[in-house]
């Protein structure tokens, strides 16, 4: 049967398309979740829509698993192959295929590189209210299949509220087309909402239509320090009610992250003393005037203790670099977990302290840094070695890791995922932020969607 199928995979898309064995790439054996590499049944790398339609037809008659590929950035294991499946990666449809000035939007197929994106919006006058740090790699197309976050979530929102429309396949092949441009299409059931977010596990994502936004005229990039969580979050109150949608950026690294990026990547100290919460404030507003005097007020108050105004491109991209090291911890610190959460805001210094209590009980061999985009609720907890050394994340350690954190998740009403998705390293621990309601409702749409269970399987619910 195996050798039937991929005979059939082949006659339709070409040798050239199907890749088994020896010839599959490294690359597309894992995503970036650090689990062990698996050499898919057969990778197949369909060039447009027909073939991913064709491809998927063919898999859901024999009921072969499909793990669906894009730029294999994930950290939940999403796109890492399983045992037995078949990869479909978009690598080969890439590109812009339209920007519509008049109506503001911009037109993509799935495996097009998030960069590629914004470069295109930012050539024709607009922006990509998208951005995140994996954005040279990552895909829109996985971009839509996560919902995914990052730096401008607070001004410009989830993928989801960026998205116009979409195309994308069924499980049978069936092709759902609704490349919308308009922000009113109040025509019936969005399913182009449903399958934002879902992981691939309801359908694969082909096209993706986007609204762009103006850019801002200028930007004005402020380091701050706060001297507690509570500070941090008075300053972003204060911020959005002076300056309204000009808020662009507000990112919160806590004390251990500046440490480690200090002592560990080699940056300047951003202060002369240390400080419980730095913050990294993007403001659109052109008139650094304007944010003076309100910084000014809030120094005045003791909200904000110290601060630095960037006062040219080169001052902002160094205020950028504290926030950005985390990028860097591969070079001494490669064997580390990832893990990305989200608490009602009120409750981030309380859940901060505990989680700093956690750590100490039970891994204080390790470094914990806590950061994120404070303003949308998203913390993201990193844990690894102090050493750099290898022994640390063991599966079982990464247990005890993940107990605890999503125990305080669990605790404060949060989120296991901000932004990151649910994948299959988080699958066990939805129920934590999911009713029992819920999580039957989508195993309702699964089955309705996917009855034959091919999709992604195992990754967000339980395997069909």
Known sequence: MGDELIGRLIA????GSVRVGA???AANCEDASHLTPVTPRALLLPRNTEEVSAALAICNEAGQPVVTQGGLTGLAAGAHPGEGE?????QRMRGIEEIDPVAG??????????????????????LCGIDLGARGTATIGGNVATNAGGNQVVRYGMTRRNVLGLEAVQADGTVLTSLNKMMKN????????LFIGSEGTLGVVTRVVLGLHPKPVAVETALLAAPSADAALAILARLQSRFGGELLTFEAMWREFIDVAVKRIKL???FAESHEVVLLVELGTGDPERVTTVLGELMEEGLIVDAHLAQSGNDAARMWAYRESVYEYGQFQGNQINLDVSLPRGSIGAAVDALREVAAREWPAAVQVIFGHVADSNLHVVVGPLDGGGGFVTPEGKHTVDEGVYAV??????SISAEHGIGRLKRPYLGYSRTPAELALMHTLKKALDPKGILNPGRVLEPM
């Open 12 to 15: 339709r898309l070409g040798e």
């Open 23 to 25: 010839d599959i790439p």
């Open 86 to 90: 078949v990869a479909l990666s978009l």
């Open 105 to 126: 939007t911009l037109t993509a197929l799935a495996g097009t590189p998030l960069a590629e994106v914004q470069a295109a919006a930012e050539e024709a006058g607009f």
């Open 186 to 193: 109040n025509t019936g059931y969005d399913w182009t909402q």
């Open 268 to 270: 300047p100290a951003p």
């Open 409 to 414: 998740v669990r605790r404060f009403h949060g």
